[in-house]
């Protein structure tokens, strides 16, 4: 299983930025898909999830509104939007997804930072 994230990088308050991860080794339109963040001296946690197919999603109250989780599952490919950026939101964001209740896998992570 590989989860490879990309597209972070610096942005200025209200910005925006679109965050991927593409997945192979498993049968990526059967799992659902998590967005992690975690900031310096900060525990991580939970920002988006996407259900296998795409119909349902959930957010942290931090990000409702501003950000949008989505998926491409003939791409093998899950995507955060984020709008509205705030200096808050500077974190390494994390691809993460569940195959059972052992096989927990993580991307490297991207760094988002928001800054004037």
């Known amino acids: 299983v590989q989860l490879v994230e990309s597209g972070g990088g610096l942005v200025q308050p209200g910005g925006s930025l679109r965050l991927s991860c593409a997945a192979s080794?498993?049968?990526?339109?059967?799992?659902?898909m998590n967005w992690y963040r975690q900031a310096p001296g900060k525990e991580r946690e939970l920002v988006a999830t996407?259900?296998?197919?795409?119909?349902?999603?959930n957010y942290a109250d931090s990000v409702k509104g501003r950000f949008t989780v989505s998926r491409d599952n003939a791409k093998n490919t899950v995507y955060l939007q984020m709008n509205s950026l705030k200096p808050e939101d500077t974190a390494v964001y994390y691809c993460?997804?569940?195959?059972?209740?052992?096989?927990?896998?993580w991307g490297q992570g991207t760094q988002v930072t928001v800054s004037s």
């Open positions: 993460n997804t569940n195959l059972d209740w052992v096989r927990t896998y």
């Open positions: 996407i259900t296998s197919a795409g119909g349902s999603t």
């Open positions: 080794g498993f049968t990526f339109s059967r799992y659902a």
